[in-house]
């Protein structure tokens, strides 16, 4: 019995120290365990490198080998397609050139109509966004006639005295540059019933007053003595002498007259003559204007129509 029981206090003595070197080295395998994985990683990194820098130059030499045959199918190719072209007879390659440039002729045909659709559709979506000046309201007319003789000079519209127009009443189009701005055309000649006559700012009958806001002056289109015109240009008269002017100056209406809205834009100041003259004590200069207005393609205009209340309206019928 007490053989058995000293048995095994020696054989606890004796696992004591096991126990704690097994737990050191428990220890030491947690702790060295990340060294471990970094270590495993750079065996497979470093050769991962060395396999890449040393195929490179066989990649660069690869790729010069194969170059020219690769471009050798490129030039059969082509080649070939020569030599196709060539077994072709004259009369054969006379109708193929003649046939293509029908067809670039119908494409060009269709991108020009195309580009007026375009712009068309720019004017009309500019016309939806007016806004009515005060005391006025637009109303839309289309252009129904031109004359071949005089083309920039007036036209004809699909609204007249049935649609409350009258002569003297302005007649515009907006700019679809996105500046919000409304373009003088010209102004209502003549009235019938369901048709106006509109006489355009290239007429030279055509007499308004302008705004220069930069040069804080006022002038008259077509007045006073003016040779003609050339050039698409509108003669300015009135101009002060002592006014300084700037070239490409806007001008604008000036709301004098009693049925044309003030701010619409005319176009832009060309030129303005010296004032070194022999006879330097004049009041006035002149000057040429370079309309705004783009007569050359007109469809749909708007006519700025009186806003008139209902009481003057029952007065004026009876």
Not at 27 to 47: H, K, M
Not at 124 to 140: D, H, V
Not at 146 to 168: A, V
Request: aromatic fraction near 8%; include cysteine.
């Amino acid at each position: 019995m007490l053989y058995i029981t000293c048995n095994q206090e020696v054989r606890r003595i004796f696992a004591m120290p096991e126990r704690k070197r097994s737990g050191k080295s428990s220890s030491r395998q947690v702790g060295t365990a990340p060294r471990g994985n970094w270590s495993l990683a750079w065996y497979f990194i470093v050769p991962l490198f060395l396999l890449l820098a040393a195929t490179a130059p066989w990649q660069r030499l690869t790729g010069n080998f194969f170059a020219p045959y690769l471009m050798l199918t490129t030039a059969v190719g082509d080649l070939t397609a020569d030599q196709t072209l060539k077994l072709r007879s004259r009369t054969e390659l006379a109708n193929e050139v003649l046939r293509l440039n029908q067809q670039n002729v119908k494409l060009i045909m269709e991108l020009e109509e195309a580009r007026t659709f375009e712009g068309e559709n720019r004017r009309l979506r500019a016309m939806l966004k007016l806004k009515n000046p005060s005391g006025y309201e637009y109303i839309a007319a289309q252009v129904i006639l031109r004359d071949p003789w005089l083309w920039d000079s007036g036209f004809t519209i699909d609204r007249g005295s049935y649609d409350q127009l009258e002569p003297g009443l302005a007649v515009v189009a907006p700019m679809p540059d996105g500046e919000n701005r409304v373009v003088l055309l010209g102004v209502i000649e003549s009235v019938a019933k369901h048709t106006a006559r509109v006489t355009s700012v290239l007429n030279p009958e055509f007499h308004i007053s302008v705004l220069l806001p930069e040069s804080g002056t006022v002038g008259f289109l077509n007045a006073g003595s003016f040779d003609k015109a050339s050039g698409g240009l509108v003669p300015i008269g009135f101009l002060p002498a002592n006014g300084v002017f700037v070239r490409n100056e806007q001008l604008y209406t000036t709301g004098f007259e009693s049925a044309i809205p003030a701010n619409l834009w005319l176009g832009s100041l060309e030129s303005v003559e010296s004032t070194t003259r022999p006879f330097g004590d004049r009041l006035y200069r002149r000057g040429l204007m370079r309309p705004a207005a783009e007569l050359e393609q007109l469809r749909t205009v708007m006519v700025a129509r009186l806003v008139r209340d209902k009481s003057s309206e029952s007065t004026a019928q009876q």
